[in-house]
């Protein structure tokens, strides 16, 4: 039978598709590496791996024992998990992406360490791409996001409405309309996330659908930052409103509707498939869920 060092390695093989990469990963030698796969192959009698150029190509039978290794590896962390807090405190891994990191995340924590202090959360805040990673090498245990996930192997449920503007500064001459057409950004100078946020993989799949070109000025991780350059008028910007409520409100900002478009979208619940749901993921969600939409 298969060990738990056998399978980490066999998975982290799959994922990386060279030994020398899961090797690096793992901190072991490429020959271990090796050696631990052919013992694998030996040991069911089967094939795989077969080379494809450079890298390794998974076969049938491998994709079968990836999908119950994935399991087995979440299965031991989970038990490893509870046993080391049997007595203590319930530990909650808990991923955000930035617009949640930055606006809500703070209050959600605030309020569930009184709902339900029993539960010890640590937070991890970055971009969709980053979360969903983590997610699927059990570094979190459950995660809030902007972006939409399709990765088969992570559940993602609908938890919290959000709306997403594009906001100008207060010499844009978008700044006097009342609305704009989605032909007025034709060509627009843009502040927008980076590559792998939710955020910026929305705005971009809407100005394809519409077949807009633009022009990206700035990137950055940091959504205050993006509110700041647009108020200096340096290109438009497009965040959630709850990034830029506070600044519209002073009149350093203003909203620019756009008559084509529907801006509304989902934050989303997400765990990975084969990770357990603990009492703790479950009283997580749960009062994710209950929250009113306008919650900030």
Request: proline share 4%; glycine share 4%; net charge negative.
């Amino acid at each position: 039978m298969a060990t738990l060092r056998q399978l980490k390695t066999f998975v982290a093989t799959a994922e990386y598709r060279k030994m020398s990469e899961a090797a690096r990963h793992l901190y072991i030698s490429q020959p271990t590496v090796s050696q631990i796969i052919s013992d694998l192959e030996k040991e069911y009698n089967t094939v795989l791996f077969e080379r494809q150029g450079r890298e390794l190509l998974i076969t049938p039978a491998g994709t079968l024992l990836l999908e119950s290794a994935k399991q087995i590896i979440s299965i031991h962390e989970s038990l490893e998990q509870n046993m080391k807090s049997v007595n203590a405190s319930r530990p909650l891994k808990i991923g955000a992406t930035v617009t949640i990191g930055t606006n809500i995340m703070a209050k959600i924590a605030e309020n569930m360490a009184e709902v339900c202090p029993d539960i010890d959360t640590f937070v991890t805040v970055h971009n969709t791409n980053h979360i969903e990673q983590m997610l699927l090498h059990n570094e979190l245990d459950i995660a809030l996001v902007e972006g939409i996930i399709s990765n088969p192997d992570i559940v993602s449920k609908p938890a919290l409405l959000d709306t997403l503007c594009i906001i100008c500064g207060k010499n844009h001459p978008f700044a006097q309309k009342e609305s704009v057409s989605v032909e007025d950004l034709r060509g627009q100078n843009f502040i927008l996330r980076e590559k792998g946020s939710g955020t910026r993989g929305i705005f971009e799949q809407l100005m394809q659908v519409h077949h807009i070109p633009f022009k990206v000025k700035w990137e950055s991780t940091s959504t205050p930052a993006i509110v700041d350059a647009v108020s200096r008028n340096l290109g438009l910007g497009f965040v959630s409103e709850r990034c830029a409520a506070a600044r519209i409100a002073e009149g350093d900002l203003y909203r620019c509707p756009v008559r084509e478009i529907n801006l509304k979208r989902f934050f989303y619940l997400c765990h990975n498939r084969c990770h357990p749901v603990t009492s703790q993921m479950q009283d997580f969600a749960n009062y994710v869920s209950s929250l009113p939409s306008d919650f900030h």
